[in-house]
């Protein structure tokens, strides 16, 4: 926090002027310091570019079986989506939601199911009673 007597105090620094106060005559003036707004992404950033620096940040390596014509910006939906199925549902629901997923073109299904078991315990799928890959291959189906 600033204080100033009266008189004016500018600060010219490239074209924008900061630290303005204007007083009158025998008047004290208080100032406190605004924050400025956090940087917006410049639209110089293509969205390639933005979605490369989305999963630097995410530390994580995205599903494999996407479909190629799905956009980049839902390429991290469909792996949150995905992550969030094996996670919390069974093995029927998991290949049912699948074989769904790849009818509205969201993934591709890999031909061998132990390709795609492999996948799905990257992805968290547990590997307990009831999710090992021979009830996974009984469901599985392209």
Known sequence: MNHYEAGSNCQVFNGAITNCVF???GSN???QAVPSPPAAPSPETSSGEQARLREEE???ELF???H?????EQEW???DEVKHLVVRHSIQDICQYLQQMA???KILLPLMPSVAYAELVRMGMPQRV???ENTFRKYYSR
């Open 77 to 79: 939906a469909i792996h």
């Open 64 to 66: 494999h079986f996407i």
């Open 68 to 72: 190629p014509a799905v956009q980049r």
């Open 29 to 31: 003036v208080t100032q």
């Open 23 to 25: 007083a009158m005559p």
């Open 58 to 60: 995410r530390d994580e």
């Open 130 to 132: 009831g999710y090992n």
């Open 103 to 105: 009818s509205e073109m």
